[in-house]
C-alpha cells in the first residue's frame, strides 16, 4: 500500500470539513484510486468523489488529479477556463489559435497545480495568439505551469504576468514572434508588470526565447520586467532579438535579451545562452523607479556576439556578475547612468568572469572588481575548446584561467554543465570548469 502523506490521511481519518475544491496530496508511485467522502460543515456528507491519481512520472513534481485531453482550440479554451488545482490540460499535436488567460479563478495551488502542456511534447503544439495583445496571460494567478508548447503570433506578449501573479512555471517552450503589432515599442517575449502587484517566483527555464525576423522598433526585449521578485531565469536559449531602428523611451530597451528593471529584485539569472542579441542582459535599465534592481546574481552565463553589449549595468543596487562567459560582443560590460534617475548610483560585484574587453563604466560605482579574464581575440583557441562554434568549454591549454578564479565565495556551486566548482586543483574563471 502506497504511503500517503499528511492532509489526505488527516482528513480521511477524522472525515472533518470537505468543500468542493479542497485538495488532496499524495505522493504514489504507480496508479491507483482510492475512495474519499467529501463532506463539509454539519450537514454531513455532500458528495463522494473516487479520485485517480496519476503520479507515474516521477519526473513530475506535482500530483495530478485530473487530465484534460484537449484537440480544438475550443476545447482549449474551456480547459483553461474552467481549469481546477490538479488539472494536466494536455493537448494534442496542432495549431490552436487561441489566447489563455489564467487568474485567481483558475489557478492551481502548491500541492496541486495546474500543468499546461504538449501530449507529445515540444514541436506539435502550437498557440498561435493570432494577434490578440498577449498570447498567454497570467493575472492574479498562482502555481500554473507551462511546458512543452510553441508560443507565438501574439501582438506584444507571448506571456505576460501581472497583478501578484506568483509561482509560475514556465519551462521547455518556444517562446518567438509574438510581435505582430509593430513598430516594436512594447514588445516582450515574456513580460512581468507590477504596477499593480509585484509578479513573484515565476520560474522561467530551459525554454528557446527568440525572433525570426526583426520588424523595425525600438522599445523589444526576450525578458523584461517591472517591478518583479525573485524571477528565476535559467538554462534558456535566448537569440536573435537585436536590430533596433529608434530610442522612443531607454537606449537599453532597445534588443535586450533580459531587462529586469523599476524595482525588481533578487533575480537569478543562470546557465542561460545568449545570442546575437543588441544587448544581452541589462541588470537594471531605464525604467520606473529607482533603483532599477537590488541583489541579484548573474552567473555561469555564456553571452556572445551582442552587437553593442554583452551585460549592461544599470542603476543596480547589491548585484553580483559573476563566472560568465562573454566573446564577440560589442562590449563586454558597461555600467551606466540611469537617465531617468540621474542621482542613482550602481553597486555591483564583477568576479570571474571570461571577458571579451573592459569594464566601460561610464558613470561612478561602487563594488568589487576581480578575478575577471581579458581575453586577446587572437588566444580564443588557446582558452576554449571551439571557439568558432561557440563551444566555449575550456581547453588544456587555458592556464590563465583553469583554477584561476578568486573568492568564489557560496554563490557559485556549479558550472554551466552542473558539474560541481571546483574542479582539480580551484575553480575556473568563466562559466565552465575545466573537465579533462
Ligand atoms: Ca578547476
Not at 542582459?281 to 546574481?297: C, K, Y
Request: contains cysteine; hydrophobic residues 35%.
Amino acid at each position: 500500500m502506497p504511503q500517503v502523506e499528511g492532509p489526505l490521511k488527516q482528513r480521511s481519518e477524522r472525515r472533518l470539513n470537505y468543500g468542493t475544491g479542497d485538495m488532496i496530496s499524495a505522493n504514489l508511485e504507480p496508479v491507483w484510486e482510492m475512495s474519499v467522502e467529501i463532506s463539509r460543515g454539519p450537514r454531513g456528507p455532500l458528495a463522494a468523489a473516487l479520485l485517480a491519481v496519476f503520479t507515474s512520472d516521477p519526473a513530475a513534481a506535482a500530483d495530478v488529479l485530473r487530465r484534460v485531453p484537449v484537440t480544438s482550440a475550443a476545447q482549449l479554451d474551456d480547459a483553461v477556463r474552467a481549469a481546477q488545482p490538479g488539472d494536466m490540460i494536455l493537448i494534442a499535436p496542432g495549431r490552436y489559435r487561441s489566447k489563455l488567460r489564467f487568474t485567481g479563478r483558475n489557478s492551481g495551488t502548491k500541492l496541486a497545480p495546474i500543468i499546461m502542456t504538449a501530449r507529445d511534447g515540444l514541436g506539435t503544439v502550437v498557440i498561435d495568439g493570432a494577434g490578440a495583445d498577449i498570447t498567454v496571460k497570467f493575472s492574479a494567478s498562482a502555481h500554473v505551469q507551462i511546458k512543452a508548447l510553441d508560443i507565438t503570433g501574439g501582438g506584444y506578449h507571448g506571456a505576460f504576468f501581472d497583478s501578484g501573479a506568483h509561482d509560475i512555471v514556465i519551462d521547455g517552450s518556444r517562446i518567438y514572434d509574438n510581435h505582430g503589432r509593430g513598430p516594436l515599442n512594447s514588445h516582450a517575449e515574456l513580460k512581468g508588470s507590477g504596477g499593480k502587484g509585484r509578479p513573484r517566483q515565476i520560474t522561467i527555464t530551459n525554454n528557446e526565447i527568440f525572433h525570426t525576423r526583426h520588424p523595425p522598433g525600438g522599445n523589444f526585449q526576450g525578458i523584461d520586467c517591472n517591478f518583479c521578485d525573485d524571477f528565476l531565469i535559467a538554462g534558456n536559449y535566448l537569440h536573435d532579438i537585436r536590430e533596433p531602428t529608434s530610442e522612443p523611451y531607454s537606449h537599453y530597451d532597445r534588443g535586450a535579451c533580459i531587462q529586469m528593471k523599476s524595482t525588481s529584485q533578487n533575480t537569478l539569472i543562470e546557465r542561460n545562452r545568449i545570442a546575437r542579441c543588441h544587448i544581452g542582459i541589462v541588470l537594471g535599465g531605464e525604467g520606473l523607479a529607482s533603483p532599477e534592481h537590488r541583489g541579484g546574481i548573474v552567473r555561469n552565463n555564456l553571452i556572445y556576439d551582442s552587437d553593442e553589449i554583452g551585460i549592461a549595468i544599470v542603476n543596480a543596487t547589491g548585484g553580483t556578475v559573476t563566472h560568465n562567459t562573454l566573446f564577440r560582443n560589442g562590449e563586454a560590460i558597461r555600467i551606466a547612468q540611469d537617465g531617468r534617475y540621474p542621482e542613482s548610483q550602481n553597486q555591483v560585484d564583477v568576479t570571474n568572469n571570461i571577458l571579451d574587453g573592459p569594464i566601460r563604466a561610464m558613470t561612478e560605482w561602487e563594488g568589487t572588481i576581480k578575478g575577471n579574464y581579458f581575453l586577446e581575440p587572437n588566444l580564443a583557441d588557446q582558452v576554449f575548446r571551439n571557439p568558432s562554434a561557440r563551444d566555449f568549454r575550456l581547453r588544456a591549454t587555458a592556464l590563465a584561467v583553469i583554477d584561476q578564479a578568486v573568492g568564489m565565495g557560496s554563490k557559485v556551486s556549479n558550472d554551466y554543465d552542473g558539474f560541481v566548482r571546483p574542479q582539480g586543483a580551484g575553480a575556473d574563471i568563466g562559466a565552465f570548469e575545466y573537465r579533462p
